[in-house]
């Protein structure tokens, strides 16, 4: 059995803050929703359009409460923690919507309160909740869920397992000069703070070069390597594994000793009060993914997705609850598995790419009892910068996708200023996902999937009514989001 990653006193405090937050809650019911996924995978994004689509009633057909116009009222509230900076919605949707580029990318952990007045279908939860719902959206990088496995290992289990990694072929040609530096290093040598500095170092330059958009790889922990943010440059974020440490205790002084206690300070100062201050106080939670990019960058990234969405899941730990464990302590009791960027795809190939991270989901979740939770997986675009059209070539009809490509985009030798629109035939994803896990002929680093087209495209020009009116912005799939993570409660 591996030991609980917190403490008893963590524990009692967990429940005594969760108890704090349930009372809360039984005056004004609220719901707390983690968003995260891998850097760059679209939860800013993601948040700003279901902020934008409920604020501005948008068309949301599968999200019944709004469907049915049960909805009277929802409006943002300031958020009940003050030491949390806010999501910026306000700066992301003027970007998006004004300025039609997308929004600057985040580092950090944000949080919004947004509150739905509604009408339930129901007379008891009239009676009991008075009809509003406050959502606490919290927006955290996943990578700080893939520090969670290290509260349970220590410096030597760290090392080996990050050696390991860097050894394995995907990874090898990226970790030589990491490896090669450690190797001439001593261990058991007194400790030196250059030393260290030069180990951190080639070691966050391998991190990076793994994370680098022809490799993308995910699991790359410790997330604040590659994210720092005010820690940058501290003791706790100057250290590195070390490879073949030898049996024993590391000497009084040692350069061993400091790594190692600059481990245990990394997991106090970072992981730690991530996990007890917002992680556990989760209801339910979206996991982001970036498929596409993963399977235009290989076989290795695919492989490397699937292990990082393998510990992503292992953190939710979900499970029955009986009403006195509910009041205690949070559980988790939905994930919803999302492949963003659909939009990228002609809608026959959405449901390929619901089927390509089903697959991906039942292999990594495959370990894991989600017993009392539900695990939902669905293929969307938070924001669709596409429409779908048609194309005449050689007297076949090709269904094509229509957008703005990005300035600096090039498509067949043409470079595009980000004003022209253009229409691109964005090809098939095979209809069976096996092709995943077989290395194609070019190579474990080759596209699996060669007939794609990849373009970034800006955002969507706003569409206007007959009448004037301004519509919100398009989504694919947003709708059943929407409905799957808060629908029950608006019933
Ligand atoms: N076409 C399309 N592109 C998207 C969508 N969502 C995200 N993107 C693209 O993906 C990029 C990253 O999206 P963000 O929402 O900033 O991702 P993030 O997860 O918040 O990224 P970090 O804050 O850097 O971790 C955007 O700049 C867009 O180019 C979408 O729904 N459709
Ligand atoms: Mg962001």
């Not at 949080?111 to 719902?133: D, H, K, N, P, V």
């Not at 007297?395 to 300035?407: Q, Y």
């Not at 095979?430 to 002929?441: D, Q």
């Amino acid at each position: 059995m591996p030991s609980s990653p917190t403490t008893f006193s963590d524990e009692a405090r967990i429940a005594l803050e969760n108890l704090a937050d349930r009372t809360a809650g039984l005056v004004e019911p609220t719901l707390r929703f983690g968003v995260t996924g891998l850097s760059r995978a679209g939860k800013t994004v993601f948040i700003t359009a279901l902020v934008h689509n409920l604020l501005s009633g948008g068309r949301l057909p599968m999200f019944r409460a709004q469907q049915s116009g049960r909805i009277a009222r929802t409006y943002l509230e300031p958020q009940p923690d003050d030491a949390v900076p806010r999501f910026q919605y306000e700066e992301h949707i003027a970007a998006l919507v004004d300025e039609r580029i997308w929004p600057d990318s985040t580092r950090a952990i944000s949080q919004l309160r947004l509150t739905i007045e509604f009408e339930s279908a129901s007379a008891w939860s009239r009676l009991l909740s008075g009809g509003r719902l406050s959502i606490d959206i919290v927006d955290y990088p996943g990578e700080w869920l893939l520090d969670l496995p290290l509260l349970r290992q220590d410096f030597r289990e760290f090392s080996a397992a990050a050696v390991a990694l860097a050894r394995s072929p995907a990874r090898a040609d990226l970790s030589q000069e990491w490896l090669a530096l450690s190797a001439a290093i001593d261990p058991k040598a007194k400790a030196d703070e250059f030393d260290a500095r030069k180990l951190a170092a080639a070691f966050t330059t391998y991190l990076r070069a793994c994370k680098s958009d022809e490799r993308a790889l995910s699991t790359l922990p410790p997330g604040r390597f590659l994210m720092p943010g005010d820690l940058e440059g501290s003791p706790a974020l100057t250290f590195a594994p070390l490879p073949d440490l030898p049996e024993g205790k590391p000497p009084r002084g040692s350069l061993w000793a400091m790594m190692e206690r600059r481990y245990e300070s990394y997991k106090s100062v970072v992981v730690k009060p991530f996990f007890r201050n917002h992680f556990v106080r989760l209801d339910r939670q979206i996991v982001l993914v970036d498929a596409l990019q993963a399977m235009n960058a290989g076989h290795e990234a695919v492989v490397d997705l699937e292990r990082a969405l393998s510990d992503i899941l292992a953190c939710f730990r979900p499970g029955r609850s009986n009403w006195l464990s509910a009041l205690l302590t949070r559980r988790i009791d939905r994930v919803l598995v999302a492949a963003t960027k659909a939009d990228h795809l002609h809608h026959e190939s959405h449901d390929r790419l619901e089927r390509i991270v089903r697959r991906l989901v039942d292999r990594a979740g495959a370990k894991i009892d989600f017993s009392g939770a539900k695990l939902e997986v669905l293929a969307m675009a938070a924001v669709r910068a596409t429409r779908e059209a048609t194309a005449e070539q050689d007297g076949e009809t090709l269904p094509v996708i229509v957008g703005t490509p990005l300035a600096g985009e090039t498509i067949d030798g043409e470079i595009f200023d980000g004003e022209t629109k253009t229409g691109i035939f964005p090809g098939d994803l095979p209809a069976n996902p096996e092709f995943l896990f077989k290395i194609p002929a070019g190579g474990p680093n080759q596209p699996l999937v060669h007939d794609l087209n990849f373009v970034r495209f800006r955002p969507p020009e706003l569409e206007r009514t007959a009448e004037g009116l301004t519509l919100s912005l398009p989504q694919i799939r947003l709708d059943r989001a929407l409905e799957f993570l808060f629908g029950d409660w608006l019933a």
